[in-house]
């Protein structure tokens, strides 16, 4: 593992506590609640969580409402230059981010750094402020009458992410919420809460302001003070498909705007002209990268006609060398689950699928790393001869499990994918041009692959799903997320032209 070039916040000593970081400062938690923080390869405590109160808070807002004037009337070439700055200190000192995303969540380095990649993305996304930013102007729209669209800040916008990817979310959100303008406060989960910290301190060393983005550690009570307070405009959430729902219900509830991406269950179609080896790499790279735990990951192959039965030993012909281990090891490519509590919530569901019927080829419980380890590990399962109607295939098991569904037809196994609730990703493995088109066209999910199993659309598109895996009208961040983190003012303007003006009380004409 990469060694950590200096200290990094929240992991200097094993049992420090991880605070909140208000005002471009770190604060220390007032509400008397702590969270413990594991290390999942050795299932050890190694530090603790501050969980804010509403007061914390309300503490935060403040200080983001306190930096909105100055921020957004900053020019756009200084914001432009501070984000070129953040691009830069993330990329510098992206091992030691690392290092902590791999110390709390158990990803493996490599997986790691993937996830800063994809994040930095965003920040480059976000260094075009000048251009995304820019409105629209219509000359003479009437005699002598200019109208033009500026887009503008929303003032104080909140993040709330997920334990899955602790550096890359908060990324998808804060890069173009603060290239536009907005004050931002991040609420992390509490299972992996020192990235986050230290972003904060890379952004303020990059040059952000005091105020401008804060943290807040926290559980149920910070998030319910944030979809409470009247000063905050807008959430972006990401997490499971519940909370998801909540947040939304609650937030526009409350007159907030809300995008909130949702769980997944994303299916992989393999067509009987497929690739078998092509088709069998990506759907074991997609369903064990990150342990399962990507909300893009291929938990569902569909296997079409005979494909199938070559396909499913191509799969498991594989297995066996997917190296599991700690993040420590640099043979390792694939890492513990979050917490044990998870780990056995996923465990469960390859005993449930056997109960009712399917054929488990290989059980992730056989691995020694699951029985000799105090570490939350599991090896990798692959479950075939799965029904739509078994528990395993209706829930989001969200860890190394991948279940093949077994269909006779391409419509079949269209009719599979758009009848799930969920509609995050999904992909196609065919040679067939024509049929990869047919189901684009027809197929009810926000992002698919054509021989591509994790279809993460690069910062210039935008991220989402459709179905039970958004609630809310706009994806997250590229252009859609500027769109979400401003709001348009339309100007109508004309200059006095002595002489030409008269009272008229009819409704305003623009010929
Ligand atoms: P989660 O829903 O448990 O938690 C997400 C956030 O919500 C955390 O910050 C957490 O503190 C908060 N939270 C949890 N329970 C809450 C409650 N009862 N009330 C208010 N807030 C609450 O999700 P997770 O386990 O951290 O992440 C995994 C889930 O996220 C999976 O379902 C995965 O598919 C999903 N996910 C989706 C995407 C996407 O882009 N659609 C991306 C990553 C992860």
């Known amino acids: 593992m990469t060694q950590l070039a200096e200290p990094a916040v929240g992991v200097t000593t094993p049992a420090a506590r991880v605070h909140h970081w208000i005002g471009g400062q770190l604060v220390e938690g007032a509400s008397g609640r702590t969270g413990p923080v594991y290390d999942p390869a050795t299932g050890r405590v190694a530090r603790h969580v501050d969980l804010a109160s509403a007061d914390e808070v309300g503490a935060a807002v403040a200080a983001a409402k306190a930096a909105f ?92 992410t997920p334990f899955n990817f602790p550096a890359m979310v908060p990324m998808w959100m804060f890069a173009n919420a603060i290239a536009c303008g907005n004050t931002f406060l991040l609420k992390p989960s509490e299972k992996d809460p020192s990235a986050a910290l230290f972003l904060a301190e890379l952004l303020r060393d990059a040059g952000v302001p005091a105020g401008v983005f804060n943290v807040v550690q926290g559980d149920k009570v910070a998030v319910d003070a944030i979809l409470e307070h009247p000063d905050i405009k807008a959430i972006s959430f990401v997490g499971s498909t519940p909370i998801a729902r909540y947040i939304y219900e609650t937030g526009t509830a409350n007159g907030k705007r809300v995008q909130a991406l949702g769980g997944a269950k994303n ?34 192959v569909v296997a079409v006609g005979d494909v199938a039965e070559p396909l499913v030993d191509a799969i498991q012909e594989r297995l066996p060398r997917i190296k599991v281990g700690p993040g420590t090891d640099p043979q390792a490519e694939m890492g513990p689950l979050v917490t044990r509590e998870h780990r056995d919530r996923v465990a469960s569901f390859i005993e449930r699928a056997r109960a009712q019927g399917a054929t488990v080829v290989a059980d992730g419980r056989d691995h020694p790393l699951f029985r000799d380890s105090e570490g939350f590990f599991l090896g990798v399962s692959l479950v075939d001869r799965v029904t739509p109607d078994m528990d395993s295939y209706c829930t989001e098991i969200f860890g190394p499990v991948l279940e093949v569904v077994r269909v006779d037809s391409y419509p079949e196994a269209v009719r599979l994918v758009n009848e799930n609730p969920y509609g995050n990703g999904t992909a196609i493995f065919t040679r067939d ?54 709001r348009g003012k339309v100007v109508t303007s004309r200059w006095p032209d002595p002489g030409s003006s008269s009272v008229d009380l009819g409704f305003p004409r623009t010929r």
């Open 69 to 160: 004037p100055a921020w957004r009337a900053t020019s756009i070439s200084k914001r432009t230059e501070i984000l070129f700055n953040i691009r830069n200190l993330v990329a510098e000192r992206r091992h030691e981010l690392a290092a902590l995303l791999t110390a709390e969540h158990g990803k493996v380095p490599s997986d790691a750094l993937g996830e800063i990649a994809r994040g930095l993305e965003n920040l480059e996304f976000a260094c075009g402020v000048p251009q995304l930013i820019k409105g629209q102007y219509s000359e003479q729209a009437s005699t002598g009458v200019d109208v033009y669209q500026i887009r503008q800040p929303l003032g104080v916008v909140a993040g709330i």
């Open 433 to 486: 041009g024509g049929a990869a088109r047919q189901f684009q066209f027809e197929v009810e999910a926000g992002m698919v692959g054509i021989n591509v199993p994790i279809p993460v659309p690069v910062a210039y598109y935008s991220f989402g799903g459709w179905k039970a895996s958004l609630f809310g009208d706009l994806h997250m961040y590229g252009p859609e997320g500027i769109q979400f983190y401003t």
């Open 267 to 300: 299916h992989m179609v393999v067509l009987p002209d497929a690739d078998v080896q092509m088709a069998a790499d990506a759907a074991v790279s997609a369903a064990y990268g990150s342990a399962g735990e990507r909300c893009m990951a291929i938990s569902v």
